[in-house]
């Protein structure tokens, strides 16, 4: 569950393409603290630079085969890596993806499709533009995933995947970087969190707080927030960031705009929360942060 926003600009943007012929509409950062109500506002996926990858067989066991066939770049959402899904076993199935990863930072995905027991299918794992274009992810040089399969009837564990791993043609002159410019306001246990601004990109929800984190640890860590208050108000927000060992991701601490308009706030003087940081493996407690203060 990480960048729930990202979701609704999936959902905007398919109810829109169709009889929608206006301009794409850029975010505008807010700045000193104003953070008045945005609009909702569409945006089209940021073209993506050449990249290409070989046939591939991801997954044959247990009656499962999944292959990659091709990447295609031009998705109405994103990037579409094209999968042929064979499921061989007695059991009607359900395939999704998890633990999605481009270039080494986290991306939200869209997949979910359902086989039949001796059926086939071809399906698509979607790479949300909305989340490479806040990593600044222009080329794709490589892309992590696993898949979650699950009895269509029941729900029951199928089959949970090892986290896989594909390389395009572009991975061998790619050059890597992560930019952790910002405020740092959390370093403890292989985990950096830096605030880099306040910023409207998440404009179908509202504002938010824009976050760098990295993982330098050992174990795969889900990040949430509590206790958030705005110029001393309670106000609602999502936000729930998964990120693997070795991993960096960028996303939106979201102050939902109808509590903001709720408590008449329209400028951001002070903020203030604290992370809730568990293991993502066995839902264990990892550490509660204190309280953290931002003034702006």
């Known amino acids: ?18 009889g929608s012929d206006s301009g794409a509409a850029s975010p505008t950062p807010a700045g000193n603290g104003d953070i008045s109500t945005p609009q909702p506002e569409t945006s089209q996926p940021s073209a993506q630079t050449k990249a290409e990858i070989e046939e591939v067989l991801l997954v044959d066991t247990s009656g499962i085969k999944i292959t990659a066939k091709q990447l295609s770049l031009d998705g109405l959402l994103g990037p579409n890596l094209q999968l042929l899904i064979e499921n061989n076993s007695e059991l009607n199935l359900t395939v999704q993806a998890r633990n999605s990863a481009v270039n080494g930072y986290m991306i939200e995905t869209m997949m979910s499709v359902d086989v039949a027991s001796g059926k086939k299918a071809n399906d698509t794992l979607t790479f949300l533009s909305s989340d490479l274009d806040s990593c600044g992810i222009e080329t794709i040089a490589d892309m992590e995933f696993s898949f979650h399969i699950f009895t269509t009837e029941g729900w029951e564990t199928y089959l949970d995947t090892e986290q896989l791993h594909i390389e395009t043609s572009a991975a061998s002159t790619y050059q890597y970087s992560y930019d952790d410019s910002g405020s740092p306001i959390y370093t403890d246990d292989g985990l950096t969190i830096v605030s880099k601004g306040i910023s409207e990109n998440d404009s179908l929800l509202g504002p938010g707080l824009v976050l760098y984190l990295h993982n330098s ?17 309670m106000v609602d927000s999502i936000f729930s960031e998964d990120i693997l060992p070795g991993k960096h991701a960028v996303s939106t601490l979201t102050f939902l705009s109808s509590s903001l308009e709720d408590n008449n706030i329209t400028e951001l003087s002070e903020l203030e929360f604290s992370f809730h940081i568990f293991h993502s493996d066995d839902w ?5 942060s204190a309280l953290i203060t931002l003034t702006f």
């Open 1 to 18: 569950m990480k960048r729930i926003g990202s979701l609704f600009l999936a959902l905007m943007l398919a109810l829109t393409a169709c």
């Open 217 to 233: 640890g050992d174990s795969p860590l889900t990040v949430q927030v509590r206790d958030l208050s705005l110029n001393g108000f």
């Open 284 to 288: 264990s407690v990892s550490t509660d």
